[in-house]
């Protein structure tokens, strides 16, 4: 199982300050932040991408990517192609983090790319659900 799987961390969100439903606190893992279940972990990518398009002005999946997988750790260039093939999306096209359609298909390959395996769905559904009972 893949570390972020283990830490129902699907989006390997690292440790910080920023406090999510559903985490366990203090984290177990050194550098990622761990939740109570997978759902959670879905939830606070919602809620991660919501934010950097509301506070940080990331509109467009190249954006969202550049900023949420930095090519000081990733390769962004494959992350970002990954990401809008598997969602169907143009990067550079403004992407609305409250669709559920749009978002649960970008989430679901951003987890692909972070375990190496595909995300169940039904997981990933459950946490826009509760990404949707907070913010929309």
């Not at 969202?64 to 143009?90: C, H, K, Q, W």
């Amino acid at each position: 199982m893949s570390r972020g799987l283990d830490n129902r961390n699907p989006g390997n969100i690292r440790r910080s300050r920023t406090r999510y439903k559903g985490e366990v606190h203090p984290s177990r893992d050194a550098a990622f932040k761990q939740f109570e279940a997978v759902e959670w972990g879905y939830r606070a990518m919602f809620v991660l991408l919501y934010t950097y398009r509301r506070r940080n002005g990331c509109d467009t999946l190249r954006k969202m990517i550049g900023r949420y997988a930095p090519p000081s750790e990733n390769d962004t260039g494959s992350y970002l192609r990954f990401v809008a093939s598997a969602a169907g999306i143009s990067p550079d096209v403004q992407v609305d983090t409250t669709d559920r359609r749009t978002m649960v298909a970008v989430v679901a390959a951003m987890s692909h790319i972070e375990n190496g395996v595909r995300a169940r769905l039904s997981d990933v559904e459950r946490g826009w659900e509760l990404f949707a009972a907070d913010f929309l």
